[in-house]
């Protein structure tokens, strides 16, 4: 076997350009799905990361699904409107059910002395919010019952508008106004990060009650945020806040919800979609290119075993077998197809390393990529290889060491 | 395996050969019957279109016959009569090749960017001698021809003679049977034929059997037995008595 392999890469060493060039098919199909790969493998670390950050465990409660065709969002849309009641209504009656809070989301300019943000997201909520959040606090506290009860207006701030608005002040004690209305901030947010390109540290809560009276010009829909009582009981939580919900909205039985019950899964199920679709493509162009370099792979061999006909007659007059001599061609086809997976994952590899450096995308190197070179050495080397290699190991030996 | 007809080395009988050439049938052998003694030194004559190659591709297990019976060291290689057809199959026939004959051709036929010692020790790859006996061997095949010097030579970086010399060690490592040589010194300038020649003399007498094919007398003379062949057929099969036989 040793010496086969060694046979083989003196073979390849011999015509290392023809070599080259022949594998550059199999070398795009592996740099095409290895580049999505890639991608893919980062998207997904990123995604898992800030997809935990909302908790498996939290279902958000609201007249409108996530991810639901058009028409259905415009039917949604005329639906009444769920109000800030219905979160009390369900903590009472819910058994599963450990925290709840409105969530109510509102873009707004912030202003402090000089200083002022465009574009933060307000977020009206209640003290529960904390934990269904998982918000940690680096100073102050987090809104009480008492906040949301007396509407009062303060203001728990992201890592970001402390940076941003306070520039060093500590802003703890200190008011800042939010679309011209004065906030007292009571607390700041630890340091969060990106989620889907959204910087959740540029961000603000403040009591849900207190944005509906100062902004809520209009009976605002609200969303209402329910964290099960433990993560293995989202299925028993969300069953009984449907059934929870259809009585707080007298539904009769047979009509259907005129609210949805959404949660992470669901965004979870779209990312999958979007992500299948897009190893699809990969692995339809891969597989054609793959099929064009296999090609190539087949026409290089049969020249070889053309061109080393007299070869192959010493050979077999010396007392190779046929099973020899077809391991010895299928071998080197086998070395021909595994350069061009080396060369397609260092082109991969780099486009990978530069996406990394210099774009917010993350790519990974993901250790698949072995196992799927392995696998396409192994499959192409052998379907390209197995005829030129069939027609070595039958030529006659008399006839090959005859030839010119 | 049958029981051997005459307990020679090599028994041919009746072994006829007929090329299928689309409307014409070549008769290449018609019925040769032949008996080769080990440790002989035998020359194979004719001219071209004779079946000399054909007899030698069919002794050396290259090609089989069309008819006739052909037993090598006792092992049945072919039987094929009216009433039966028994050939060994491709891969036994390279079993024989590679442990029991030990080919030399015109051409050298050596692997070209391959050193000395690789391609001797080619034969004993294929027989799945172990790395290191295989070294060991081949340098003392290179070492009978007297080549031990130039073991990392390619054939390129050799003389006609060093390439001719090599492949003869390549057709010793084996120790085989019977060492097959197709006109060895037809690519060569005459004194280094005269040194192939000698070396072959001393083959035969170390105990080795050869069978020398070619139509040149003087290299023919160096053999104890001259079969001549005409038409597919044994012409003559003569003693040579003079010059050789006095060294015995």
């Known amino acids: 076997m040793i010496e086969v392999l060694r046979i083989a890469g003196a073979a390849l060493w011999a015509h290392k350009f023809r070599a080259l060039l022949t594998t550059l098919g199999i070398a795009i199909g592996i740099f095409t799905v290895g580049v999505v790969m890639a991608i893919i493998e980062g998207l997904n670390a990123s995604f898992a990361e800030q997809i935990s950050s909302m908790g498996s465990d939290v279902l958000y409660v609201d007249k409108r699904g996530w991810f639901q065709g ?8 005329q639906r009444r409107n769920i109000g800030l009641d219905a979160g009390e209504y369900i ?17 707004g300019r912030l202003k402090y002395k000089e200083n002022s943000l465009e574009r933060v997201a307000v977020l009206g909520a209640a003290a529960d919010m904390a934990v269904i959040a998982g918000v940690e606090l680096v100073d102050g506290r987090f809104l009480s019952k008492l906040d949301s009860q007396r509407k009062k207006a303060v203001v728990v701030i992201g890592a970001a508008i402390d940076e941003n608005l306070f520039g060093g002040e500590d802003p703890l004690g200190k008011r800042l106004s939010i679309n011209g209305r004065k906030f007292l901030v009571i607390g700041i947010l630890e340091k969060q990060g990106q989620m889907m390109g959204r910087n959740l540290d540029n961000m603000i809560y403040i009591p849900a009650e207190t944005l509906l009276k100062m902004f809520g010009r209009r009976w605002r829909n609200i969303t209402i945020a329910v964290k099960a009582s433990s993560p293995d009981l989202i299925n028993e939580a969300r069953d009984e806040v449907e059934g929870i919900m ?6 009769r039985p047979g009509q259907p919800n005129d609210f949805a019950i959404n949660q992470q899964s669901a965004l979870q199920e779209l990312y999958d979609n979007a992500t299948r679709m897009l190893w699809m493509v990969a692995i339809g162009i891969g597989s054609i290119a793959l099929i064009v370099g296999g090609v190539g792979v087949m026409n290089i061999m049969l020249v070889t075993v053309t061109e080393r006909t007299v070869e192959i007659g010493i050979r077999k007059s010396l007392g190779a077998r046929r099973r020899t001599i077809l391991w010895q061609f299928l071998v080197e086809s086998m070395a021909v197809s595994a350069l061009g997976v080396v060369v397609g994952f260092v082109m991969a590899s780099g486009v990978a390393v530069f996406v990394q450096r210099y774009t917010t995308l993350a790519a990974r190197v993901p250790p698949t990529w072995i196992a799927l070179g392995i696998g396409v050495v192994v499959v192409v080397g052998l379907i390209f290889g197995l005829w030129p290699a069939t027609k070595a190991a039958r030529l006659d030996p008399i006839e090959a060491l005859r030839y010119e | 395996m049958a029981t051997p007809g005459q307990n020679g080395l090599i028994n041919f009988q009746g072994i006829t050969k007929v090329y299928d050439m689309g ?3 070549v008769h290449a052998l018609r019925g040769v019957d032949l008996t080769i003694q080990a440790n002989e030194y035998i020359s194979i004559m004719g001219p071209s279109g004779s079946g000399k190659s054909t007899l030698m591709n069919i ?6 016959p069309t008819r006739g019976r052909y037993e090598f060291e006792g092992e049945l290689v072919s039987d094929v009569t009216d ?14 090749r590679n442990r029991k004959i030990g080919f030399v051709f015109q051409t050298f036929n050596l692997l070209a960017r391959t050193t000395a010692l690789r391609n001797v020790e080619l034969p004993l790859v294929y027989a799945g001698v172990s790395r290191r006996d295989r070294l060991v061997r081949a340098q003392a095949a290179l070492e009978m021809v007297g080549l031990e010097d130039r073991s990392t030579h390619r054939p390129s970086e050799l003389s006609g003679g060093q390439r001719q010399r090599v492949a003869i060690a390549r057709a010793l490592v084996t120790h085989p049977s019977i060492i097959l040589a ?26 080795n059997t050869i069978i020398l094919v070619t139509h040149e007398p003087h290299v023919a003379e160096h053999a104890h037995r001259i079969i001549h062949i005409l038409d597919g057929q044994i012409d003559r099969d003569e003693q040579v008595v003079k010059g050789k036989a006095d060294f015995q």
């Open chain 1, 246 to 251: 259809r009585r707080y909205r007298q539904i």
């Open chain 2, 83 to 96: 009433e039966q057809t028994f050939k060994m199959d491709d891969d036994q026939l390279a079993g024989i």
């Open chain 2, 23 to 25: 409307k014409e049938q």
């Open chain 2, 182 to 207: 197709d006109e060895p010194t037809g690519n060569l300038d005459s004194t280094t034929g005269r040194e192939i020649m000698s070396l072959f003399d001393d083959l035969q007498e170390q105990g």
């Open chain 1, 70 to 77: 058009r028409d259905a969002w415009v039917l949604s849309r």
């Open chain 1, 91 to 107: 903590l009472q009656r819910a058994q599963y059910v450990s925290h709840v809070s409105p969530r109510i989301y509102q873009g």
């Open chain 2, 59 to 64: 002794i050396g297990c290259l090609d089989t």
